[in-house]
């Protein structure tokens, strides 16, 4: 009786949308836009040292790559709604953290951050292969990535401008955000997903699922498109306002370069028919090549510092191109008994390239100036493009037959995130 009562809404929530994904992508969009620029230069002004930034970043991504391993075994003692609110929890943390802006508290901040993102990267993804249908991915990804252009486009010069009118203020929005965030998580009220049973098993241990993803080409095919496109991120994001500071062009210009290259996310919804009008295949190898050659041309034109900064700007267009494509592959291949394993794998590009990229800056910043850092990542992008040509020939095409996928097998994943591994940055 008293059940009439109670809104439908109340005892049956409605199923998580594309739109309800958006929106909560959005709110991390603008936590992490803004804190995206601010951090290296926080970091720089802290430590002085482009090669000790390299080296802190280098550690800080061991830090985030065994956190996103470990979150499929907490997930097995912890229900993964609890873990997405600890990561969300996280985030907040860092952000007030970094407010001090003293060397140990940065490192700190940043490393809370970090763990916050991969966190709740893999349960988010999780939580997509749950609710949204294989065919509806495509429009899930370009979504996700729309609503998040604002945040993506203004956040980065917004951070840099508060931080020198006021430097508390960058990380204070960021904290607003992330509480933003973890609310319309609970308003989505998704629980635990789906297909979640109590296992009578002893937990699995986090590495125990590796060995399934390195016998699987595509996986690995996948993986190391993720990297390599995080890797580019990763040398936008961080060298490039180090580059600016260094050559004279100002404190802000990274940040403002950023913002502009993010602007290029409203043009994600004709990315995506691009990508349906000449395949997956034809996207993934357009954008590899076309950031890799620029990235080769900033390389070669550092003498000419502007014309460096407009190459670099030129390629981020094309690893935008990449954040909506390179990843569909494992989304459409992925089996459901596998989806947070697999997902914590795969979430392991942000941190791998977290990971490889300081630590290559730093051996190259050894024997060459920061600009060959830029030549660096070309040839990463440019021996992805020549990986890419294994992809079937007319992966995602619109009218095209679905591409089989064997049932003991997957492929690549999600794209998530362009800046996915400037995140951690």
Same mark, same amino acid.
């Given at each position: ?136 991915? =495509? ?6 990535? +729309?609503? /998040? &252009? #604002?945040?993506?486009?203004?956040? %980065?010069? !917004?951070? $840099? ?125 357009? =954008? ?6 620029? +990235?080769? /041309? &900033? #390389?070669?034109?550092?003498?000419? %510092?502007? !014309?460096? $900064? ?116």
């Amino acid at each position: 009786m008293h059940d009439r009562r109670i809104p439908e809404w109340l005892r049956h929530a409605p199923a998580p949308s594309v739109r309800g994904f958006a929106m909560l992508a959005a709110a991390e969009a603008v936590a992490r836009g803004i804190l995206i620029s601010v951090f290296p230069l926080r970091m720089y002004q802290a430590l002085q040292d482009a090669a000790l930034v390299s080296q802190v970043y280098f550690l800080i991504g061991i830090v985030s790559l065994l956190t996103g391993l470990l979150v499929p075994f907490l997930a097995r003692f912890l229900p993964r709604r609890w873990v997405y609110m600890s990561g969300a929890s996280c985030f907040i943390a860092g952000s007030l953290l970094a407010i001090d802006g003293s060397a140990p508290t940065t490192i700190i901040g940043l490393t809370l951050t970090s763990a916050a993102t991969v966190t709740t990267f893999v349960c988010f993804n999780a939580y997509v292969l749950d609710y949204i249908a294989k065919i509806e991915l =495509g429009r899930c990804e370009t979504s996700r990535m +729309f609503y /998040s &252009a #604002a945040g993506w486009t203004v956040g %980065p010069v !917004l951070g $840099v401008i508060l931080l020198k009118w006021w430097e508390p203020a960058p990380f204070l929005v960021a904290a607003t955000a992330s509480f933003t965030m973890l609310l319309m998580f609970l308003a989505m009220r998704m629980g635990n997903g789906k297909l979640i049973t109590k296992s009578r098993r002893a937990p699995t241990n986090p590495l125990g699922f590796l060995p399934r993803f390195f016998a699987q080409p595509r996986l690995v095919a996948g993986w190391l498109f993720a990297v390599i496109r995080s890797c580019g991120w990763w040398v936008y994001v961080v060298y490039l306002p180090i580059f600016a500071i260094q050559s004279g062009l100002g404190e802000q210009l990274g940040g403002i370069a950023l913002s502009i290259s993010n602007a290029a996310l409203f043009v994600t919804p004709f990315m995506l028919r691009f990508m349906q009008r000449y395949s997956i295949r034809h996207a993934v190898r357009t =954008g590899f090549f076309m950031s890799g050659l620029l +990235f080769g /041309s &900033a #390389a070669l034109l550092s003498g000419l %510092p502007w !014309l460096t $900064v407009l190459c670099l700007m030129s390629g981020s267009f094309f690893l935008i191109l990449l954040d909506v494509s390179a990843g569909l592959p494992f989304l459409l291949a992925v089996k459901p008994s596998e989806r947070t394993e697999m997902s914590a794998v795969y979430s392991s590009f942000r941190d791998v390239s977290g990971i490889l990229t300081p630590g290559m800056a730093w051996l190259v910043l050894l024997v060459a100036p920061l600009a060959a850092i830029f030549g660096a990542g070309a040839t990463a992008l440019l021996g992805a493009w020549a990986l890419s040509g294994t992809l079937p020939s007319r992966l995602g095409k619109t009218g095209s037959r679905p591409v089989p996928v064997p049932e003991p097998t997957g492929a690549d994943v999600l794209p998530l995130d362009a800046k996915e591994a400037s995140s951690g940055a």
